[in-house]
Structure formats: structure tokens, C-alpha cells
């Protein structure tokens, strides 16, 4: 059983987190670094961005963690330290004053930065901040919630949820905070995301829960189309719950993969819900397909048109949307059978048939469509498969957002 | 020589037009239903959307000019007779009643729609409004300007381009109206486009120039990564200029071939520029690609970006979102030797040199994407290849225009 609990990557034992202000921000109030560490070397998985452009930190860090292990993250926000001519050097150099401060090896660092390309990053104020950030290391809730804050750029929330779980008779522990809000649109990997266990589980097998996780969560989805060149997400699992160690599959790894699934999809209702200046969470369910591609193809490709989502922040019934994204999505579907329907807390109501429009009620419609979060349903009508994606509306706030991001 | 001339559908000798208010939409004041007539019978060709759901007009075009032949091209706007299950009927009798009222056979009507997707579409103005086009049918500058008002959506300029040229010693002209603002990301065709010329060309090689310019100009445009379901480009070509008919490539093909992407660059700069809520035209211009496919595919990543979108509204500098897509694109580049630049009519400013940032005045960076018209000039340093892609900013308008697009 899948127990919701409190924290973020605190709730696992064995770990500590903290984040303050160091100064790479302007704004004094605004943490702008996070550590997140545990007392034993942890097993460590991750997976990054397939933009070519690829963040320095992602580079070291992937070197870092060849060898299936970590002990800690440290993470600034405020600069990407991407498409630096020295790069490389900053984000080693970051690793080394962690691991120094910390007394651990500078490859047991997973370091990672988000905020502007292309600008500089200043060594200075993360050298002084370092200290600081190990001598307010905390294992409470508030440890996790300041570091969830310090890796935020344009979010309006902090992202932390857990769950508890049992494994071969343990209870175990699995946490996550995650960064979202824009350059949203993650392949293969996504936005930064840190997640710490408890649950004694190999790297392999860390590994391949990971990556198999993100195809169905992470992967699906999408604020605003743009594939970021500093995306990870990262596990660290350090065996505090006492189970025996999970090498394989079975029950056992099939319990921490749903485990790890409740927090991954919390989190990806969380970064969607709060994309750049999004007042609504999109989700678009769809069932019917003839494979598990279809799916995935058709409710990306639903979640990614503009034009739907401005539709949505009108809170506008403009059902011919979904079928314009579903018919130029690439897959292969026979429009004929395709129904279509929208769903709130408010109700349901039912827009399309056949790929053809029916009578509804604007007014049931309207209502609707008001509230916070919409699900868009899809049925292809071709078969068993399923998938869902998760985005936003776009507003006014994400043209305002964006229009002057750098200033 | 191509020689810019006056006019849109009625430059080309023996063609008249005509657009008028017949009562699709409720606004009495906008024309929404126009017509292009052509004296004699016409060679003509055409290129449609790739999306799998097809508005029926393109469906009955298709039959129609199956035969290589046309005469009469009717279009409203205000109703994309879409998703409708007796959409098909509808555009059949729309030809037919053309076709009556003209005295031509009905398969050589080119039919076309434009407006919301999923509502029925009324005949009763549309048969109404047939005997008033055919009255006004005019061969003058006015023919062709109302007609290209008739099939306006959200656009805000009516958009208009012809051109003479010389082909085996005879004057030609060829001249067209466009209508784009939304749902503009073509594939293989487009919006809606009508082109006339009076060249004489076979229906054979008209279809091959056709085919052949729109990869490297509707192709190449996108406003809101939403490829619509009725996308049109259409040519008539009548051989009023008593040339001998183009049969075979060689020079007056060229020739031709030249005077149609003179007029379709101009109409894809026009539509872009006249996207959904734009401020501003953006060009990526491309050089220095390993193939043609890489330039491509980098040109239409960078102008497809929302985020840079909006920082082209903001006359924000912020050169790393063009990095970031051309990272995401998916064409196989070498960052490292990646130069960006941005220019206008104000001067040029260098922001990226082999992937890296250089510093620039913000001062001079704000003054020239302070223009109307932008121009991102991406050097890839690997090749001889080189790409054009038209798009505009993300702006304020773009939401509200489509948060509450059917009422």
C-alpha cells in the first residue's frame, strides 16, 4: 500500500536538506541554492535533457554518477551555467566545494544549475554560500521545503510530495521536489527533479525504474513546447529502511516502481498545473488506442496546440482544437471513431462523437471549463491502450513572463 | 526581369474576382464569401494539409482538379465546414450552385472554407450570395481586393502580391491573395492561398512548380505549431499572356518558377507578419547548414519557439532560447561552431560566437528588436546549406484572440 505522507526529500530517513540565499540572485529574499545530502553513500540514478545543448552541470554530473553512486546534490537557480566557454570548470569546481565542505568524494556530487543561458556564472557567492548551506543541513520538514523554494525560477510554488511504502516487509520512504513553470517540454529526461528513498534498491535496478518511469510521466509533460538544455532528474537511494536490498525484478521492485510512480505523476500534475503563468492544469486521458505509441502521440500532441490552451484559458468549448492537434499529431488515426469530452470537478460534457460535433450546452460547457483543473478525454476507438499528458493554458502572464525574462 | 506590380488574383489577363457580405457571419460589416473566376478554363494545381482530419472542402477540391483543370475557385470564411457529417454535401452544392450560376461545370470549382471547426455550415446564404458574386465580378484592382477581405479570419491586412515577368518573349503576370493569422504551421501545403497567372503552362509542370516552392516558403512559416485541417494553396494558370505553353523544364520554367516564390515569399512574409496578435515579423535566416534538411529543420525549430517568441515581443536579447532550439531541433549540429546574430533596419548586433556568448551592448540589442521587423541570422559553420522560416512574436493578443475565438 501507497501511504501520502509529509516532506519532500526529507521524508526518507537518512537524509538532510537545506537552502538559503547566496547572492546569485539580485532579490535578497529569494533563496537561489539548495544541498540536499545523505549520511551514507546513496545508490544514484538520473537521466538529462537530449537537447544537443546540454547544461555544464549536466556533463559533470553524468561523469559523477557513472559508477552508480552519490551522496549529495547541490543546485543553484538564477543561472543555467549553460553555453559558457568555462562551463565545465564552474560546475566541477561547485561539486569540489561541496564534497570539501562535506568531508565526501567530489564524484559522490550531482550538481545541477537552472535560470538564464549564456550568462557568466560567478563562483564568489556559491563559495560563501557552500558553508552555510552544510551548517543549516536538516532532516525536518523545513530542510526539504527550503531547498524545494531554492531551485525555483519563475514558479509560483514550491513542488515536494512522499509516500510511504512497504518492502519486503519495511516500511520505506520515497520523497521528491521538483523545479517547473517554463522551457517545459521534456524528452527523455526533464526539468530538475530530485528524488530521495530509503528503500535499499541496486543502481541497476534504480536505474531502470527511472528511466522507465520518466517515458510515462515526466516525458508527457508540456508547458510550453520548449525542450530545455538543463533537465535531470535524480534518485539517490540509500538503503536507511533496513530492506533487503532489491537486485531484480519482482514484487518487491514492482511495489517501488508504483511507489516511485506516486510521486513522479504528483509531481507532473504539480509542474503543470504550475506552468509560466498557467491559471489551469490540462490533463488529456487517452484510451481507445491501438497502441501504447498512439496514445502518447495523441495526448502530447493535444496538451502541446496553443491554440487549445488559449481556448482553455477562456474557458472556450473549442472542441475542433482537439481534433485539429489529434489529426496532425503523426499517429495514425481513424478520425471517424474518435469521441472527445471534457471533465471537471463540475461535471462532464460530452462534445464530439464519431470525429463529428454534437449538441451540448454552452452553459454546461462554460461551467465546465471554469474550474481549476480539466481533463480532456479522448477515445480512439481502436483498441486497449491508453496514456496521459499534462500541460497548461496559456496566458497573458506566460507572454508577460517571457517577454522580459532577463531583467 | 520580375517586376512587382498592383494587385492580387485580378493582375493576371482574364480573371475577374469578387467578395461580399452574403450572411455566414453575423457582422454585416465583414465580407465572407468571395469568388475568382477565370474567362477561359485553366490549368491548375494544388497542395493540402497533411492533417489527418481534412476539412470536406479539401476533399472535394481534390476530386475536382483531379483532371489538372479549373475554372472557378469560390471560399468562405467564418465556417471551416469541418467535422460535419454532411460536410461533403455541403461543399459539393456549394460547387454546383457556383458552377450553375457561372455556366461552368461544377468539377472545375476549387472550394475552400475557413473559420471554426465542428459547426454545421448554412447554405441558405451561400445561395443567396452566389448570384450577387457572379453580378460583381470585376477584372479591376477592386475584384481582387475584395475578394482577398472576403476570406480574412482573424487577419488584420487583407494580404495581396503580383508580379510580371517575360517568358518566351510574352509579358506574364501572376498575382495571389492569402489568409493567415491562426492555426498556421504548415505541412506539404497551407492556409489559404489562391494564385492566378495568366502564363501558359501545363497542369502537369504548374503542379510540379507548385509542389516544389511551397517547401521552402508556406512550409517554412509557422505562427502557433497548429497545422490546420484546411490548408490550401491553389493556382489557376489560364495562358491568357499567349506564350507558348510551358511543357518541360528549362528556362522559361525557371523563369516562372522564379515569378511564383517571388509572390509566395511575399505572401508567407505577409502572413507571418500578420500572425495572431503580432507585433512583429520574424525571419530565421540559416547558413553554413552540412544539408539542406539541417538548415531547414534548425530554421523552423528557432521561429517555432514560444519562448523566443515572446522574447521578440519584449525586445529581449535573450540569444540562449535560440541555442535552445536549435538544440531541441533534432538536426545533428555542432554547437560548438553555432554564431547567432540578430538585425533589423536599426543595425545588427552579434550575441553567440561558437556557442558561447560574447558580450554586446544592451542598448543597441534593444534598439534593433525594438523594430517591426527581425531578423535571427544563425550561422552553423558546417557547410554550404542555407534555410529561410517566417514567423512572429508571442504576444498578449495571440491569448486573447484565442482564449474566446467562437463567440
Redo the contacts between chains.
Keep these: 500500500m501507497i501511504t501520502s505522507i509529509q516532506g519532500g526529500v526529507c521524508a526518507a530517513k537518512g537524509f538532510s536538506a537545506s537552502g538559503i540565499h547566496c547572492g546569485i540572485r539580485k532579490n535578497r529574499s529569494k533563496r537561489d541554492i539548495a544541498l540536499i545530502y545523505s549520511a551514507s553513500r546513496a545508490n544514484a540514478a538520473a537521466v538529462y535533457t ?5 547544461g555544464a552541470p549536466l556533463i559533470v554530473t553524468k561523469a559523477h554518477i557513472a559508477d552508480g553512486c552519490a551522496q549529495a546534490i547541490i543546485c543553484n537557480s538564477g543561472n ?1 551555467n ?4 568555462d562551463g565545465i570548470e564552474i560546475a566541477e569546481k561547485m561539486s569540489a566545494m561541496t564534497a570539501d565542505a562535506l568531508g565526501i568524494r567530489a564524484d559522490d556530487v550531482v550538481v545541477a544549475s537552472t535560470g ?5 556564472l560567478n563562483l564568489e557567492p556559491i563559495a560563501a554560500g557552500i558553508p552555510v548551506l552544510c551548517d543549516t543541513l536538516s532532516s525536518e520538514f523545513e530542510g526539504g521545503a527550503n531547498a524545494a523554494e531554492a531551485i525555483m525560477t519563475t514558479d509560483t510554488v514550491a513542488k515536494e510530495v512522499a509516500v510511504s511504502f512497504t518492502v519486503g516487509g519495511k516500511e520505506c520512504r520515497l520523497g521528491g521536489i521538483a523545479k517547473g513553470s ?2 517545459i ?1 521534456p ?1 527523455m529526461a526533464t526539468m530538475l527533479v530530485f528524488l530521495t528513498t530509503d528503500c535499499a534498491i541496486s543502481s541497476e535496478m534504480l536505474a531502470k525504474a527511472l528511466s522507465s518511469d520518466v517515458r510515462s510521466t515526466f516525458n508527457m509533460v508540456s508547458v ?6 538543463n533537465d535531470m532528474v535524480a534518485i539517490l537511494a540509500n538503503g536507511a529502511a533496513g530492506n533487503e536490498e532489491i537486485t531484480c525484478e519482482g514484487e518487491d521492485f514492482a511495489e517501488f516502481a508504483a511507489a516511485l510512480n506516486t510521486v513522479t505523476v504528483a509531481l507532473c500534475r504539480m509542474i503543470a498545473g504550475d506552468g509560466e503563468g498557467a491559471t489551469k492544469l490540462l490533463e488529456c486521458v487517452v484510451d481507445g488506442a491501438s497502441s501504447l505509441c498512439q496514445a502518447k502521440t495523441v495526448a502530447k500532441s493535444v496538451i ?4 487549445l490552451k ?2 482553455m ?2 474557458a ?1 468549448a ?4 482537439v ?6 499529431s503523426g499517429a ?2 481513424d ?1 471517424s471513431r474518435v469521441d472527445v469530452s471534457f471533465r471537471s470537478a463540475a461535471g462532464v460534457v460530452d462534445v ?1 462523437r464519431g ?3 454534437i449538441p451540448f450546452s454552452e452553459e454546461t460547457a462554460k461551467k465546465v471549463l471554469l474550474e481549476r483543473e480539466i481533463e480532456i478525454l479522448v477515445s480512439l476507438g481502436s483498441g486497449e491502450y491508453g496514456a496521459t499528458a499534462w500541460g497548461c493554458d ?3 502572464d ?10
Excluded: E
Excluded at 304 to 307: D, E, F, G, H, I
Design positions: 537530449t537537447n544537443l545543448v546540454k543555467a549553460t553555453c559558457n566557454a538564464v543561458i549564456g550568462q557568466p517554463g522551457m517540454h524528452n510550453d513546447g520548449d525542450t530545455s538544455t502541446c496546440s496553443s491554440l488559449a481556448a484559458f477562456g472556450d473549442n472542441w475542433g482544437r481534433l485539429c492537434a489529434i489529426g496532425y495514425d488515426v478520425i464530439c470525429g463529428a460535433g496559456l496566458t497573458y506566460y507572454v508577460k513572463i517571457n517577454g522580459d525574462y532577463r531583467t
